[in-house]
């Protein structure tokens, strides 16, 4: 059984920051795929993010293209901690934001290819 904790997330005016971070219970990050996904009220959840470590200290990422340029996503071994980091956030970024873990880099954009998934939480763009 594999715990995802989330942190973060809040309000934020248009062109802010939010940094979201996501604690797993084992080092399950040096092994497994993490990916981000959000739902929007009304919305179908969809792909943010993802990250997958490689043998050595580099790791792969891949962002959806409404977020690329503005959202990193980064890992801090120590800690077993995931983050998200959103720049110039926009209205459109308004959500529930979801981390969660899988066996499949090549599936990574498909949330049926993640086994466990954090409790959530929320991110709002508002002036």
């Known amino acids: 059984q594999v715990n995802l904790a989330q942190s973060g997330g809040g309000l934020v005016q248009p062109g802010g920051s939010l940094r979201l971070s996501c604690a797993a219970s084992g080092r399950i990050f040096n092994d497994y795929t993490l990916g981000w996904f959000r739902q929007a009220p009304g919305k179908e959840r969809e792909f943010v993010a993802a990250f997958s470590p490689t043998d050595s200290e580099a790791y792969y990422t891949h962002y959806a293209d409404s977020v690329k340029g503005r959202f990193t996503i980064s890992r801090d071994s120590a800690k077993n901690t995931v983050y998200l980091q959103m720049s110039s956030l926009k209205p459109d970024d308004t959500a529930a934001y979801y981390c969660?873990?899988?066996?499949?880099?090549?599936?990574?954009?498909?949330?049926?290819?993640?086994?466990?998934w954090g409790q959530g939480t929320q991110v709002t763009v508002s002036s």
């Open positions: 969660a873990v899988s066996r499949y880099w090549t599936r990574r954009t498909s949330q049926s290819a993640y086994d466990y």
